[in-house]
């Protein structure tokens, strides 16, 4: 907090400028962050209720709603019910801020901007730097190859994520929704691999932003500043005005 | 009228604190130190965000969440379309027998003996003369092979019959403007639907299971179906049928379960 008194006030107001992450995407982000904690860690216990894979069981303690005790004084029961009312409240989050979420990406053209091109060639050579540990962060208002392939890939599993959890909840409502995923069942599968990924994607996301603090600290104070007026690098194509 | 009386509050203690209390517990006020208050307290927040799983399942919290459930019944309510129809499949996927499930096991299923049983009726209903079986079963049926959805996560389709819910209520006067209809079952199960999915075309009473009575494990002689709903649902056993605008609630409802709980 002493970071953002000490860098906000007094530099003068220059052109049009802004933060790399608008004070609304910071909001947004740790609500997301929160919700999708929320959402895993009480699906892992409904999860538990009837194991897709016998290999493949969550203990309570790394659950929402599965401490016994808690569970047994509030609702008589094992936590199953406990862990569903999390994963609805999550639910509810996660649609109203993730809509919000990606309305705003696609709309303020943040997404175009930050997240593409993805360059093929770019990927493997941002690949093969980060196997040498040749990474650079000067700059961290702009996203190597990796980096946009993991975001992108990660918005467009939670778009499919949502959709195999609507056709888990309103199979018959949503039947035609429901039928994309063949079966009941077919629609669980999906709605836990979609997890998983999220649950690997969160792994390399903190890892990173760990390695890279500038990058966590970006998030909550906003980072460096960003110049809206000018174009972007030379590798990228040219972007409509913002 | 200078005179001020030396207890000018009501609240004013009757008897004084003896100041000697001060003096005898002058060792224990002393080993009072400010910094181990200040490191205490600093402990008890570090504990508070360390247990989190604690500190979120709070009372407090628990009725955030069954606010949440509240809203939830609402928002089902208004994404249940009461004419659009559940996926139907074909007789060869119909699993033979169907899946027990009960608040207990399968052992301790306690069979209904027909020549007693009896259907009551009660609350908002015009014609509430109790129904035997032999009646109940003599009225025209319809079949369903539908998806059963359990809350757990399991399905399997299943080919029921029986008298379409609906048209039994219409039969027997039923206020089709109330707000619920709850059941009450031999093994003390009990449970209740909104009234638009007791109208919902694919609910029935259900009797028969692929052609055959329905096994007693399975609700015999009579319990409801409806595509709409999970498994906990639709009791099985059902001896009493009751139209209210009273919140019924439910076994599992009752234990944190969504009541709504459309599919």
């Given at each position: ?242 | ?90 007789e060869?996927e119909v699993l033979k027998p169907p899946r ?56 399997y389709i299943g080919q ?49 299971y692929a052609k055959e009575?329905?096994g ?48």
């Amino acid at each position: 907090m002493a970071e953002m008194a000490e860098h906000s006030p007094a530099s003068p107001p220059v052109r049009r400028e802004a933060r790399m992450h608008p004070l609304a995407v910071r909001i947004m982000h740790w609500i997301n962050a929160a919700a999708i904690i929320i959402m895993i860690m009480s699906g892992i216990k409904i999860y538990g209720d009837s194991p897709i894979f016998s290999f493949i069981a969550f203990p309570n303690a790394l659950t929402l709603g599965g401490d016994p005790d808690i569970a047994f004084r509030l609702h008589g029961n094992g936590g199953q019910s406990g862990a569903l009312q999390w994963h609805f409240l999550g639910m509810w989050i996660v649609f109203v801020n993730g809509t919000v979420f990606l309305t705003y990406g696609l709309i303020s053209g943040r997404w175009r901007r930050m997240l593409l091109p993805i360059r093929p060639r770019e990927v493997i050579a941002t690949l093969r730097d980060a196997l040498r540990f040749k990474l650079s962060h000067d700059d961290l208002t702009v996203y190597n190859a990796v980096q946009k392939l993991l975001y992108v890939g990660i918005i467009l599993v939670a778009v499919v994520e949502v959709a195999a959890g609507l056709a888990i909840w309103k199979p018959v409502q949503l039947s035609h929704l429901a039928s994309l995923f063949v079966s009941f069942q077919g629609a669980r599968l999906v709605h836990f691999f979609g997890m998983s990924a999220i649950v690997a994607f969160l792994c390399v996301h903190v890892l990173l932003a760990l390695l890279v603090p500038q990058t966590l600290l970006a998030m909550i104070t906003g980072g460096p500043k960003i110049d809206l007026g000018r174009a972007p690098p030379p590798p990228l194509t040219p972007q409509p005005g913002e | 009228m200078s005179i001020r009386t030396p207890s000018p509050s009501r609240f004013r203690p009757a008897r004084r604190i003896d100041p000697g209390f001060l003096a005898e517990n002058k060792a224990l006020i002393e080993r009072i130190d400010r910094r181990k208050v200040l490191r205490g307290s600093l402990s008890l927040g570090a504990l508070a965000l360390l247990g989190g799983c604690d500190v979120t399942d709070t009372d407090a919290m628990q009725k955030v969440l069954t606010a949440v459930s509240a809203w939830n019944d609402r928002a089902q309510a208004l994404l249940f379309d009461q004419n659009h129809l559940a996926p139907t499949f074909t007789e060869a996927e119909v699993l033979k027998p169907p899946r027990f499930e009960a608040y207990y096991g399968l052992a301790d299923v306690s069979p209904v003996d027909v020549s007693t049983w009896k259907l009551e009726l009660g609350g908002l209903i015009a014609d509430k003369r109790p129904w035997t079986a032999a009646q109940i079963y003599a009225l025209p049926e319809q079949e369903l092979i539908i998806r059963h959805v359990c809350v757990e996560g399991w399905d399997y389709i299943g080919q029921w019959s029986g008298v379409n819910l609906r048209r039994f209520l219409e039969m027997v006067g039923a206020d089709l403007t109330a707000k619920y209809v709850a059941f009450r079952c031999y093994d003390d199960y009990y449970g209740s639907i909104d009234m638009a999915t007791a109208l919902h075309p694919q609910s029935i009473l259900a009797t028969r299971y692929a052609k055959e009575y329905i096994g007693d494990p399975f609700g015999y002689p009579l319990r409801l179906r409806t595509s709409t709903k999970l498994g906990f649902k639709n009791p099985k056993w059902i001896t009493a049928i009751e139209v209210t605008n009273n919140y019924p609630g439910g076994f599992w409802e009752d234990r944190g379960f969504n009541w709504h709980s459309g599919l």
